[in-house]
C-alpha cells in the first residue's frame, strides 16, 4: 500500500486541520488542491449566515463593523436664504479667508442629524434668525476625498438678529444683483444658478419649490 508523506509544517497542519485535500508525493513538497466549487459555496453560506445572525441578533454591532470599515465623510450644508423682498441672507466669517469672507448660512451634519435640520440649526446659531427650509436638496456634489456638499432653499420667517461673535463678523441681507465683494465663489454661483428663487415671479418661485421638492439628481465636481 503507497503512503502519501509531505513535510510537516504549520501550513500544512492548517489545511488538515480545515478539511481541505492535500496531495503529495513521498519526498517532495506539499501541493494543496484548492476547494471544489461546492466547498467554496458552502463556505460562502456559511459567511451570509454568520453576517445575518450578527445582524439579526447583536443590536449595532453589524453596523460598527461597516462603520469601521468604511471611510467617512463629513456633510457640509448651505442654505440659500431669502426674504420677503427676494434678498439673500449672506454671513461675513470670521474664520474665513478676509479675501472673500462673505457666504451662505453654512455648516457641517451633526451625528443623526437631517440634513434640512443642519440649515435651520446654523442659521440659528450663526444669526439668530429662524428660517423654513424646503424639504429636498437642489444641489448635491459629490466626488471629495473627505466630504460633500449639499444646498437648501430656504425662507426667512423671524427671530432676533444675534449673530455669534465667535465665528460671525456680521449677517445681511443683500439683493442678489448686489452682493458684496468678497464672497465665496461656489456660493455665488449657487445664488446665480437659482436666481429666479429671489427675484423671479410667484409661477419661478413655484418652480423652484417643485425643483426642492422633487429633485434628485446628484451633481460632482470640486465646487
Known amino acids: 500500500m503507497y503512503v502519501s508523506t509531505f513535510p510537516a509544517s504549520p501550513a500544512t497542519d492548517a489545511y488538515l486541520r480545515s478539511g481541505r485535500i492535500i496531495d503529495c508525493k513521498a519526498g517532495a513538497d506539499a501541493r494543496v488542491i484548492p476547494p471544489r466549487p461546492v466547498e467554496a459555496a458552502r463556505l460562502t453560506a456559511m459567511r451570509e449566515k454568520v453576517w445575518t445572525f450578527i445582524g439579526r441578533h447583536t443590536g449595532g454591532v453589524q453596523w460598527r463593523i461597516l462603520w469601521f470599515a468604511h471611510t467617512k465623510y463629513i456633510v457640509g450644508v448651505s442654505g440659500l436664504v431669502r426674504n420677503s423682498a427676494g434678498q439673500v441672507l449672506l454671513i461675513k466669517g470670521r474664520m474665513w479667508k478676509p479675501s472673500r469672507p462673505w457666504g451662505l448660512v453654512t455648516g457641517y451634519a451633526e451625528s443623526g442629524e437631517r440634513w434640512e435640520d443642519t440649515v ?57 444683483d448686489e452682493l458684496p465683494d468678497g464672497l465665496l465663489p461656489q456660493h455665488g454661483d449657487l445664488i446665480e444658478h437659482y436666481r429666479y428663487w429671489f427675484k423671479g415671479n410667484d409661477v419661478d418661485r413655484a418652480h423652484a419649490q417643485r425643483e426642492a421638492h422633487g429633485h434628485t439628481a446628484a451633481e460632482a465636481g470640486d465646487l
Do not use: C, S
Open 120 to 176: 435651520v440649526r446654523e442659521a440659528r446659531e450663526e444669526t439668530g434668525f429662524e428660517v423654513k427650509v424646503e424639504p429636498n436638496p437642489v444641489r448635491l456634489v459629490t466626488g471629495f476625498k473627505l466630504r460633500a456638499e449639499v444646498a437648501y432653499l430656504a425662507e426667512y420667517v423671524g427671530g432676533t438678529y444675534q449673530p455669534d461673535p465667535k465665528e460671525v463678523l456680521e449677517a445681511r441681507f443683500f439683493n442678489i
